[in-house]
């Protein structure tokens, strides 16, 4: 028998309508958890006064201020961010920095270095230090020939390190590779590291790889990587590393350890958006900035960041992802350091983070996945 309640109806009637109030109450306050017109009115993104970037605003570079002032707001929430810009069109049209982070704050700017790394090198192929990326990298160590024993190792040419597909493995997958990543890198591990793939066959971030390919510029043009950066690349573009970290021999890490500020690292992403141009001057081959932003890894990244960064693919020493309707390329470092290029907007946005150096593991992951995730939202909201 069916039991029913004075108002007539049944429990499990009764337990479907408390259901659907709760449901829609639920709703209503997601529904008006965004900030107000009043909130996102009161936000002050200004771009603060110099001389090294001509400044606009969202309205005059055809962008919705709402949209913009929206990243802004949600910027206060996320724990660790020091500095958020946005350019357009070749202006700065949105600054802000926070948690005791400031324009002339040069930082460790973590794995966004590789992609620096990988405009040194499409450089060097110009300069004719390096003849292709189709070169083997045991050209560029003579002196370890006699020491490889895994013969796939004279095998690995410099395209496969660019794109992550020397073989070598992802340092947080052993306590070994780990440990060495943090006492710091020699050219001889290319022997003593093994491999854990054919090289070619598959994507696996390596940091190995991408500091040896420094290592490789630095030998081909007979120069160490900083002085060949100043030379060609920081010095014209008008921007000037504070640090560069070096390993155990002296080759600055081409993995990591390049300090920008937040302005300079828009200036670097600027000069990708203009293919490779600045100031009538052709810095980086634009043949170089189109290779370098194709995806011939796609899943290249197997955990979940957030429901507007899907798609992640790579390329040489940068990243792609998809936001919404939207593709980006992206330099990426630990943390959450970003230069983002936005192509259909012509728009750059940086983030710089509190660079959590030493810090893995579920809760810096957190961190990291806040600052990844502002951008990326941002992006997939876009028109």
């Not at 639920?26 to 200004?46: E, Q, R, W």
């Not at 190792?153 to 410099?158: A, G, Q, V, W």
Request: negative net charge.
């Amino acid at each position: 028998m069916t039991t029913r309640r004075r108002d007539g109806g049944t429990r499990k009637e009764r337990r479907r309508a408390l259901l659907l109030v709760g449901a829609i109450l639920i709703l209503s306050g997601l529904a008006g958890c965004g900030p107000s017109a009043a909130d996102l009115a009161a936000v002050d993104y200004t771009p603060l006064p110099g001389d090294d970037w001509e400044v606009s605003t969202p309205e005059a570079q055809g962008l919705d201020p709402e949209l913009v002032a929206e990243l802004f707001y949600n910027a206060e929430d996320v724990e660790t961010i020091q500095a958020l810009l946005v350019v357009k069109d070749g202006k700065l049209i949105a600054e802000r920095y926070f948690n005791d982070g400031g324009v002339d704050q040069s930082t460790r700017i973590q794995s966004v270095t590789k992609s620096f790394t990988s405009a040194l090198t499409g450089i060097a192929l110009a300069e004719g230090c390096l003849s292709s990326v189709d070169q083997r990298m045991m050209e560029f160590f003579p002196e370890l020939a006699d020491r490889i024993v895994d013969p796939r190792k004279n095998e690995i040419t410099l395209r496969e390190m660019l794109q992550m597909r020397a073989g070598y493995q992802w340092e947080e997958s052993s306590s070994e590779l780990f440990e060495l990543l943090y006492s710091g890198f020699r050219p001889s591990n290319l022997v003593d590291v093994p491999l854990a793939t054919d090289p070619g066959t598959h994507m696996e971030y390596s940091n190995l790889t991408a500091h040896l390919i420094g290592v490789v510029v630095a030998r081909a043009c007979d120069t160490d990587l900083l002085s060949f950066g100043e030379a060609h690349l920081f010095g014209p573009l008008g921007i000037e590393p504070s640090d560069w970290i070096t390993d155990w021999e002296g080759y600055y890490n081409g993995h990591g350890d390049l300090y920008f500020t937040a302005r300079e690292m828009a200036r670097f992403g600027q000069l990708y958006l203009d293919d490779g141009a600045y100031q009538g001057s052709q810095l980086v081959p634009a043949e170089w900035v189109d290779e370098s932003l194709q995806t011939y890894s796609e899943d290249a990244w197997p955990y979940r960041v957030g429901r507007n960064f899907q798609d992640i693919g790579y390329g040489y020493q940068w990243w792609s992802v998809t936001a919404g309707e939207h593709h980006y390329n992206l330099a990426w470092g630990h943390g959450g350091q970003q230069i983002a290029l936005v192509d259909d907007y012509n728009m750059v946005v940086v983030v710089k983070a509190d660079p959590l150096f030493g810090q893995h593991g579920d809760a810096p992951w957190r961190r990291e996945k806040q600052n990844l995730n502002l951008v990326a939202d941002f992006i997939a909201s876009l028109p």
